[in-house]
């Protein structure tokens, strides 16, 4: 199912972004082009390259006026203990969105 130019149903979830927590709902992201990046889970050994990847080109995404997600099934306490003991993940400037309830994930039809 493509989900680009779609409807995004109602969330609110909690998130750790610039050495805070944060709260990210469906209304952060209207109005604006968004990218959401879903991986299974902090600490593991596959998800920091892609996500290092991301967090070297953020910049480049800034620029061209996107704001960019990572979402995964932890807690946001979970995502700044990653953050703050890897220093691949400690270069994310981007905001780390919790989905423990598995809310978002079944919004966007990701969870296998």
């Keep these: 199912m493509p989900i680009i130019n779609s409807h995004v149903k109602p969330f609110k979830a909690n998130a750790y972004h610039n050495s805070d927590f944060t709260t990210v709902t469906d209304e952060s992201l209207k109005g604006k082009w968004s ?24 910049a480049e995404f800034k620029k061209l006026g996107v704001e960019v ?7 946001h306490f979970t995502h700044k203990a990653w953050h703050d003991t890897s220093e691949t993940i400690g270069k ?17 039809d990701v969870l296998i």
Excluded at 36 to 55: I, R
Excluded at 69 to 75: F, H, N
Excluded at 92 to 108: C, E, G, S, V
């Design 92 to 108: 994310i400037k981007y905001p780390m969105i919790a989905d423990p309830t598995l809310a978002i994930l079944r919004n966007f």
């Design 69 to 75: 997600y990572g979402v995964s099934t932890d807690t």
């Design 35 to 58: 990218v959401l990046v879903f991986y299974p889970a902090d600490f593991t050994f596959v998800c920091p390259t892609e996500l290092g990847d991301l967090a070297d080109r953020y």
